[in-house]
């Protein structure tokens, strides 16, 4: 049984390793010429880390009959979960539709739709309160 304490520390160990890399990959992505919008890149980056998750989530499904908690905290949960915006949302999807579709439809819509509502809220709050010094 891995305590709260180590899930903690695996999972902001390879946060801060997922983070590096993250950046690392768009500064990777100028050095080779690339100057269009930076979305492009995110957006490579959300596919490879998807991909990435999907497979490692498989390997250790396939290897034990179940996730290594261990190494799933640390590599996935951490290092993927922070080197993408996507892959843990794109992953939990797959295990909501094994359980109810109902649950994973709702989830797949809820989650970007209220996360962008409650964007424009905090945009929108932030407009209120302080002046304006330039857009977003």
Known sequence: MIST????????????????LRYSFILLSQYLGYSGDLAWV???????????LGSLSGWLLMRKGQADSKRML???????????TFST???????????SV????AYTIGSPALGLIFVFAGIGLVRKILPKKGGI
């Open 42 to 52: 995110i957006m490579a980056e959300n596919i490879i880390g998807s991909f990435l």
């Open 74 to 84: 640390f590599l996935g949960t951490g290092l993927l979960g922070s080197f993408t």
């Open 5 to 20: 304490p180590q899930k903690i520390l695996l999972i902001a160990s390879g946060g801060a390793l997922g983070a590096g």
């Open 102 to 105: 109902a649950l994973m439809l």
């Open 89 to 99: 949302f794109s992953l939990d999807i797959i295990y909501l539709f094994e359980d």
